[in-house]
């Protein structure tokens, strides 16, 4: 994956490479369909990691099981009264059957993930036709593991989908270099989870990831509550050494996120205990993302969290609310349009203007929606800087069919935007160019390929 991308991408503005179907042409004036085939995507958000993106063993079954087409069979994430025994999208798949596609492609065939997913298998292995069926899937599948034995192909998958740059969310280890992991086009974030969470050297947050084995690796072993606010600052220094240019909050999957004003003494009774109170974990948990999103803006290192569904009791965006305000130098970026609460977010946005927007799963969970969702913020946003876009995926094939739905709906709606008179062609695509990758670039402060 080394590096092969970035040669490979099409320029802005360079109609070398055309990443949008014949269909998306039909229905969008072909100008600015053309311009937006052709510019390339820095990606801010994926799921890629180096056991699932490396592994030459794929077959037709992992890619549905290994993607959010999985998700429509089980929920992947224990809710606070479940547990689980370890991650379903990291686990080896058997042999694809038809008896196993068939869950997905009949009794969830009309799900958004799925049709996602079908549309890019289809299109890459050149499938006869564009559904996976009791006749085509075994040529499909030997298709899908043929390719990835070869360690160019998903580089070349992401080469077509007119990806630039990557910006990688790799939870199963959140001190991954992926520049030196996967290729000179990848950045990371780090997951602060375990951190949240690292009130004692056992604990663990629901990616089973433990802060004092992560810190250890780094030399850092704090025996005092202080002694781990130190270790935090040091992480933080050490972000860009490890090629990380971000924070990246998901712990909507571990609690609310309703990160309230911090309570210093609470936060400490739970120092040290390996089963602290509901209410001092809440304290510690509190005060540690308080005191990352304080480092990060001195930093000026960018926050994301993700906001909406997850433990979907506590992740309304306005819970963070208290967060945003109390950070007002830190750049928070919020994303998947919190949803389905993406106006409350939009609102948000305007108030607070410390806050900057990836669009990305929204346009997958529903892609009407997001449509709806994107007119809007268009019109509210209070400048043209604020808007993003990635894939959210852990293969390749999937950000392939992903980034190539966000070309086709994000063309759609500025196209619907120019023929309302709303503006011009000319203001569709320089918005086009800063939501694929201008904002990105500027937002993490990446070099420009
Ligand atoms: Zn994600």
Redesign the pocket.
């Known amino acids: 994956m080394r590096g092969a991308l970035l040669t490979a991408a099409a320029a802005p503005c360079s109609l070398a490479g055309s990443y949008l179907s014949t269909n998306a042409f039909n229905i969008m004036s072909s100008s600015l369909a053309q311009f937006i085939a052709g510019l390339g995507i820095v990606d801010v ?3 890629h990691m180096p056991e699932i993106l490396l592994n030459r063993e794929v077959n037709l079954l992992q890619l549905f099981q290994q993607s959010y087409a999985g998700w429509t069979q089980a929920r992947p994430y224990p809710l606070p009264a479940e547990t689980r025994a370890g991650d379903p999208m990291l686990a080896t798949p058997p042999p694809t059957s038809w008896e196993a596609l068939e869950p997905y492609l009949h009794r969830s065939g009309s799900n958004s993930f799925v049709r996602n997913l079908v549309r890019a298998v289809t299109e890459l292995y050149a499938a006869d036709s564009a559904a996976i069926t009791r006749e085509n899937w075994a040529a499909l599948d030997a298709a899908v593991r043929q390719k990835h034995s070869q360690p160019d192909w998903c580089s070349e998958v992401l080469r077509r989908a007119g990806v630039e740059r990557v910006i990688t ?1 790799p939870y199963s280890d959140p001190l991954l270099d992926a520049r030196h992991a996967l290729g000179d086009n990848y950045s990371s974030v780090l997951r602060i989870n375990s951190l949240a969470c690292g009130w004692h050297p056992e604990s663990r947050d629901h990616n089973g990831n433990r802060a004092h084995t992560l810190l250890a690796r780094l030399g850092l072993k704090p025996v005092s509550f202080d002694d781990y606010l130190e270790a935090l600052a040091k992480l933080v220094d050490g972000l860009a050494s490890r090629n990380q240019v971000a924070l990246k909050n ?1 712990l909507a999957y571990d609690r609310d996120v309703a990160f309230d004003e911090p309570d210093e003494k609470m936060a400490r009774q739970a120092w040290g205990q390996q089963w602290p109170t509901v209410a001092e974990r809440k304290a510690f948990s509190d005060f540690v993302v308080d005191r990352l999103c304080a480092l990060a803006g001195l930093r000026d290192v960018p926050v994301q969290m ?1 906001l909406g569904t997850a433990i979907i009791r506590g992740s309304h965006p306005l819970k963070a609310a208290g967060l945003i305000e109390r950070h007002p130098c830190t750049r928070f970026l919020l ?2 349009l919190a949803y389905p609460w993406s106006r409350d977010l939009l609102g948000m946005a305007f108030v607070y203007r410390n806050i900057w927007l990836d669009l ?2 929204s346009l997958l969970l529903s892609p009407s929606h997001f449509k709806l969702a994107l007119h809007e913020a268009i019109e509210m946003l209070p400048d043209e800087s604020r808007l993003m876009i990635g894939g ?1 995926n852990w293969h390749g094939e999937e950000t392939y069919g992903t980034l190539k739905l966000a070309r086709q709906l994000i063309g759609e709606v500025l196209d619907e935007k120019v023929s309302a008179g709303y503006f011009g062609l000319a203001d569709a695509q320089r918005l086009a160019a800063k939501i694929l990758r201008e904002n990105a670039l500027r937002f993490f402060k990446l070099q420009e390929p």
């Open positions: 958000h994926e799921h969310d998901a993700h994303m998947h990305t799963w959210d």
